[in-house]
């Protein structure tokens, strides 16, 4: 029985929201294991369009936990709010675990952020999250096991306080953040517990848990355009650690990726493009930030930087998305290479200074005119369209098994 994984192949916003939610029907478990409430995961459905933050998007299945497992930043003012959220839609709600040793996002790591220069060096979502998981490795942390004895939580939070004193910050006021999480604690208690024992359980019993990756592989910390990435792996390799599984465990591996490229926040985007063919991609495809509204950053699609994807994530299929997107361009580009100098690089480059220099080689490919958001069937796609998704089969090596054509879950061709 397996365990699926949805991860992001490009810079995030890949569309893994819907796909994690189409995906989760039948599924017990939805295990979010990196990041926090920087993930903007959307959900259109028969109650409207909800963006979640910290929420798996297969959790607002009946029948289905979600798990908020401890490789993950969590902001408890934040979900509360989005669990109000989820109720003012009228939505049922959610049954829920917090990993017990998941750790807590407080007020001062978002002040951080700001105060530090990374939100603005970096382009960050000022969630607080660098700071949060900054604070895991420093070893400072407050996990929410920690929540459950007081005087513990204190002494903690105390020792933060002292370990972050800034003559230039006004102090945080340890007594207001401690009895604002005590009442969290109180309230949620009985879904504070060890996801490790249940995410295991749930395998071992041969019951379907998905693990709904947030960002995506060029942010993951290790392996993407570091330092301009998030503080967190985004990868397949995030599963692992961050929900505390074997890796033998993840059977599927979905590779999600949107059918041209987009990135927010500061970084190199080497298929960039500033002018009309951005401004079209962004107005179509409404490119906007899900949790800031920034204005994503678009360009044609990089199968250079997929190809990376690829290898280091070994998807065993694809998800495309937007694919309705694209239709109307008289031709598609599809980026197969970069010139750095004399060079044509083939491999995607580790060195900043190098992705920065890449200039993309594109190959051109037909575009068509049809709209294809009514399409349910591959076959009655556009020729174009197919040949065009065949393309990226091949370079990548790995089948696509769902395109996306719209933001509705009907909206979807299944291969
Ligand atoms: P942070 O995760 O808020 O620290 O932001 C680090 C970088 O990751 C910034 O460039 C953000 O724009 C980007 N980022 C973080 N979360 C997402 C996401 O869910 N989608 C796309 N980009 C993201």
Redesign the pocket.
């Given at each position: 029985m397996p365990g699926i994984a949805v991860i992001g192949a490009q810079?995030?916003?890949e569309g893994k929201g819907k796909i994690s939610h189409l995906l989760s029907e039948g599924v017990d478990l939805v295990v979010r294991f990196n990041?926090g409430p920087?993930?903007?995961h959307t959900v259109v459905d028969s109650y409207g369009e909800i963006r979640l933050h910290h929420l798996p998007a297969g959790a607002l299945r009946e029948g289905t936990v979600g798990v908020l497992a401890h490789g993950m930043v969590i902001d408890p003012w934040v979900l509360r709010e989005e669990l109000q959220e989820v109720e003012k839609q009228g939505r049922p709600v959610p049954k829920l675990l917090i990993s017990d040793r998941a750790h807590v996002i407080l007020p001062h790591h978002k002040e951080m952020e700001v105060g530090s220069g990374i939100a603005k060096s970096?382009?960050?979502?000022?969630?607080g999250?660098?700071p949060a998981y900054a604070d895991k490795a420093l070893r400072l942390g407050i996990r929410f096991a920690d929540l459950a004895d007081q005087d513990v939580a204190r002494e903690r939070l105390s020792r933060l306080e002292g370990a972050h004193r800034n003559p230039y910050r006004p102090p945080m006021d340890p007594e207001r953040v401690v009895q604002e999480l005590f009442e969290f604690y109180a309230a949620f208690k009985d879904t504070i517990g060890d996801s490790i024992r249940t995410i295991t359980a749930a395998l071992a019993e041969g019951r379907n848990v998905l693990f709904e990756g947030?960002?995506?592989t060029l942010?993951d910390i290790d392996l993407g355009t570091y330092p301009?990435?998030?503080?967190s792996h985004t990868t397949v390799h995030g599963i692992a650690s961050g929900a505390g599984i074997s890796p033998k465990k993840v059977e599927r591996i979905i590779g999600v990726l949107k059918a041209y490229t987009t990135?927010?926040?500061?970084?190199p985007f080497p298929t960039e493009d500033v002018g009309q063919l951005g401004e079209l991609l962004r107005r179509k495809g409404m490119e906007y930030?899900?949790?800031?509204g920034r204005p994503r950053r678009c360009g044609w699609l990089d199968l250079v930087a997929l190809r990376y994807a690829q290898r280091v994530n070994d998807f065993t299929e694809l998800a495309v998305t937007k694919l309705d997107v694209l239709s109307g361009l008289p031709e598609i580009l599809v980026c197969t290479a970069y010139r750095i100098g004399n060079e044509r690089v083939e491999e995607f480059p580790s060195s900043l200074m190098d992705l920065s220099h890449a200039r993309p080689i594109y190959e051109r490919l037909p575009g068509w005119k049809e709209d294809v958001r009514g399409i349910r069937v591959k076959e009655e796609l556009p020729r174009a369209a197919r040949d065009y998704l065949r393309y990226i089969e091949e370079a990548l090596g790995v089948p696509v098994r769902l395109i996306s054509v719209g933001p509705k879950p009907e909206e979807t061709i299944f291969c």
């Open positions: 810079w995030g916003d990041g920087n993930a903007g970096i382009g960050t979502t000022r969630r999250i660098g947030a960002q995506g942010l301009y990435v998030t503080s990135r927010v926040g500061e970084g930030g899900a949790t800031t």
